[in-house]
């Protein structure tokens, strides 16, 4: 049996699977087009929704410092997705790198967990952007009635219509073609970073200094959420992170992580690239660093306009602007942010497809989800279901039981990833590279370091849930994946290969 879970997928033949009329996705992407997508993805959630969670409850004004800690344990995993995407131009991402790598087994269970991944995700951005929404209708005197806004902290049980809304009109631009997202994506993010631009500009006016005294809070806020302490630290070293303090700035780095998950969904539209070989790389590498720049230079303003104990979860950008006495801005940050957000939410929902839609066509997921559509040329079935289920999943679940689930998946996929460059770099040494990761294994290993060490500051109850994921994809893989795969077909005879085939 281990020799059938750990059957790898010839590149090779990855890449020819992709030229099958019937599950060929349209190659429409330029360099341009992947830096728009990952500036799009990266810039939202960490500065228009979590920046107030984290310097509240964790790292006060030290909050651009874990954004600083998230950026290069990033940096570090960027630079061994940057090589797959060039090497491996496939949909699927972290699935497909480490189905080359790694084995079909280790290939479910990542591809299972970046469903999951990119399924919160999209979910916990439209429930942020629900937020801003609603903040913009407060401003003009209008209000949401309670069973059908934000949850958050309600007392009544209630649907967000605007959070599943947002979702099910971005399924249907999806389902229409990627250079139409391409066009909207662009259109918006040149709107979000012009209100990040005015956010430090017309921020920097208004720092107090005693705003950021301390700068590392020592002592939990009064109003801390729940405790992020760790069992599995306490279990291996006899003692748990603190959630404030210099500790807490770990904390908060592990929470703002979500933030910065967008290059690992450029990454899974490397089949839609025109050159993906070149252009991968710059799309995820350069996407980053702009972002990253940006994070840390708002964090720094927003903390020094309004003292961190003071800052707001659902909108603190906005809401800082107004504690000021400067409602307009905070009316225009709140309309840039419900703007900006629309993009991350879309190309999360494009990445959770794609990857999708790459195991459905190897036959770990039913082949009917493989189909594009015969006009557009897209994964049309698995986009509307995945919509429809992540519009209800946003308008039901509150935005803290989302978060820190999205940021175990993507540092688990980073985990994996680094270890298939060391494997891949092994194996197949005459795979041509047009991007090679600097200082093999070293970056990986360091990489791998990393990201164990923000999984390993996450809360207890994200740990559990997703253990249960995971027991989950064990069950489905067993049950019908081992034996529907493509490559297990092949090895019975019933399927033929296109060319190169699998090896068992």
């Known amino acids: ?52 969670t984290v310097a509240k409850n964790n790292a006060g004004p030290a909050t651009a410092l874990a954004f600083v800690a998230a950026g290069v344990a990033c940096a570090l995993a960027a630079l061994c997705y940057a ?22 087994l280790p290939a479910w269970i990542i591809g299972w967990d970046l469903v999951l991944e990119f399924a919160l995700g999209t979910a916990v951005v439209a429930v942020g952007w629900s937020g801003y929404i609603q903040s913009l ?45 391409a066009r909207i994506t662009s259109i918006v993010v040149a709107i979000k970073v012009t209100v990040v631009l005015v956010v430090i ?11 950021y005294d301390p700068f590392i809070p020592k002592e939990q806020p009064v109003e801390a959420g729940a405790s992020l302490d760790s069992p599995l630290i306490q279990l291996m070293f006899g003692w748990a992170p603190s959630n404030f303090g210099v500790m807490g700035i770990f904390t908060a780095a592990s929470v703002v992580f979500f933030a910065f998950i967008g290059f690992d969904v450029v990454a899974t539209a490397a089949e839609e690239t025109k050159n993906p070989q070149r252009d991968m790389p710059r799309g995820i590498l350069g996407s980053l660093v702009i972002c990253t720049t940006l994070y840390v230079l708002v964090s720094i303003v927003v903390t020094g306009m309004q003292h961190y104990s003071e800052l707001s979860v659902d909108a603190p950008l906005a809401d800082a602007f107004k504690a ?15 703007v900006g957000l629309t993009t991350v939410c879309m190309i999360l929902l494009l990445g959770q497809t794609r990857v999708f839609f790459a195991m459905s066509r190897d036959g770990l997921l039913p082949r009917f989800f493989s189909h594009v559509h015969p006009r557009f040329k897209t994964p049309h079935r698995p986009t509307i279901l995945l919509g429809v289920i992540i519009a209800i999943l946003a308008g039901f679940t509150p935005l803290t039981e989302l978060a820190a689930l999205v940021n175990i998946g993507t540092l688990f996929a980073f985990v994996v990833v680094a270890i298939g460059v060391i494997i891949l770099r092994k194996s197949r040494p005459d795979l041509p590279r047009s991007f090679r990761t600097p200082w093999v294994p070293v970056i990986p290993i360091l990489s791998v370091c990393a990201s164990l060490w923000l999984m390993i ?7 559990v849930r997703f253990g249960i994921w995971m027991a989950v994809g064990f069950l489905v893989y067993f049950l019908y994946g081992r034996t529907h795969s493509r490559l297990a077909l092949r090895e019975k005879g019933e399927e033929q290969p296109s060319a190169g085939g699998g090896t068992p």
């Open 457 to 463: 500051n996450l809360p207890a109850e994200t740990w």
């Open 137 to 181: 209708m407060d401003n003009a005197g209008w209000s949401m009635p309670a069973a059908l806004g934000s949850r958050e902290g309600a007392d009544v049980f209630g649907f967000d219509i605007l959070a599943a809304a947002l979702v099910l009109v971005l399924t249907g631009i999806l389902v229409i073609g990627m250079k139409l997202s």
């Open 1 to 52: 049996m281990s020799s059938t879970l750990f059957r790898t997928k010839k590149v090779e033949q990855s890449i020819l699977d992709t030229e099958e009329p019937e599950h060929a996705l349209k190659k429409s992407l330029s360099a341009l087009d992947l830096t728009v997508f990952g500036v799009g993805v990266i810039i939202g959630t960490g500065i228009f929704v979590l920046t107030g």
């Open 201 to 211: 500009v017309a921020g920097a006016f208004l720092i107090k200094g005693d705003n």
């Open 324 to 338: 000021t006495g400067h409602p307009w801005y905070a009316g225009f940050i709140s309309f840039g942010a419900a």
């Open 83 to 104: 090589e797959f995407a060039s090497t491996v131009p496939v949909a699927g991402s972290a699935y497909t790198f480490s189905y080359a790598s790694l084995g079909e």
